[in-house]
């Protein structure tokens, strides 16, 4: 794959171009919105977590929404004081793969009003109608891709 569409303009700090994160393109600025937006219509589907606080908080927001398009990974910052609207139209638009989306989307629509227009495909629900008895996310990768993943890693503690 060559050099995406703006691309380059959505590489905007170091901390996340290492080696362990070269693929990760931060995005926190509206030229950066602007380019996901086009590479989001231009996706098949989209892969979609949330970070979220509800736990210490009178409210509940979304503090973090990851995407996956293929090989491109994306981490947009919705406290950046971004207007998502744009973003969240072309994100309605597309089928979405989750691992327990129901917390993602319900924290999705209270914080942003996001509402999906297509399908939705959540791993975990796949897993239980499977009768597989480990259902997390590592757990998964493990058994299905033979990927081997560190909790730690996969929650940034390591």
Not at 36 to 52: F, H, N, S, Y
Not at 97 to 114: K, P, Q
Not at 141 to 149: C, D, F, Q, R, S
């Amino acid at each position: 794959m060559g050099e995406l569409p703006g691309l380059g303009q959505m590489k905007e700090i170091d901390s996340l171009n290492t080696p362990e994160s070269e693929n990760y393109v931060y995005v926190r600025k509206r030229a950066a919105l602007e380019a996901l937006i086009e590479r989001i219509g231009a996706a098949e589907k989209v892969g979609l977590d949330t970070e979220a606080d509800s736990l210490h908080n009178y409210f509940e927001k979304v503090c973090l929404i990851q995407l996956s398009l293929r090989d491109e990974h994306y981490i947009v910052d919705p406290l950046a004081g971004l207007e998502l609207g744009g973003f969240l139209e072309a994100l309605a638009e597309k089928p979405l793969i989750l691992h327990g989306g129901d917390y993602d989307l319900r924290m999705m629509r209270a914080s942003t009003g996001f509402r999906t227009r297509r399908e939705v495909f959540d791993t975990m629900i796949a897993a239980q109608l499977l009768g597989i008895e480990q259902i997390g996310l590592a757990a998964l990768l493990e058994m299905v891709a033979a990927v081997k993943a560190k909790v730690e890693k996969l929650l940034g503690l390591r």
